[in-house]
């Protein structure tokens, strides 16, 4: 397993949950390391990325809620989520993204998922 997700949960509207996503060093590296989420039938959308030198870029939605660091001793990449909502609900996903002069390398969590009761 090159990248380990977890932290997901059941939380109430106003809660903070925070995810963590472990890789192995050969692909955090580097690398752009971000957070997708996906609701049923919806495509995969970007929640945050963070760049090796930790340039962070939110969705619209997200911003001032959820914060994305990273650990590079750790090769580790974090999303905390404060002041959650309903409409987070999702599977949430980590990636990890390399670009190279001839190609880009896409690699994926399997998953967590996170639920936000109202």
């Known amino acids: 397993v090159q990248l380990q997700a977890s932290g997901g949960g059941l939380v109430q509207a106003g809660g903070s949950l925070r995810l963590s996503c472990a890789a192995s060093?050969?692909?955090?590296?580097?690398?752009?390391m971000g957070w997708y989420r996906q609701a049923p039938g919806k495509q995969r959308e970007l929640v945050a990325d963070?760049?090796?030198?930790?340039?962070?870029k939110y969705s619209d939605s997200v911003k001032g809620r959820f914060t994305i660091s990273r650990d590079n001793a750790k090769n580790t990449v974090y999303l905390q989520m404060n002041s959650l909502k309903p409409e987070d609900t999702n599977v949430y996903y980590c990636?990890?993204?390399?670009?190279?002069?001839?190609?880009?390398?896409?690699?994926w969590g399997q998953g967590t998922q996170v639920t936000v009761s109202s």
């Open positions: 963070i760049t090796s030198g930790g340039y962070r």
């Open positions: 060093g050969s692909i955090f590296n580097d690398a752009v």
């Open positions: 990636n990890s993204r390399r670009t190279t002069i001839s190609e880009t390398i896409s690699y």
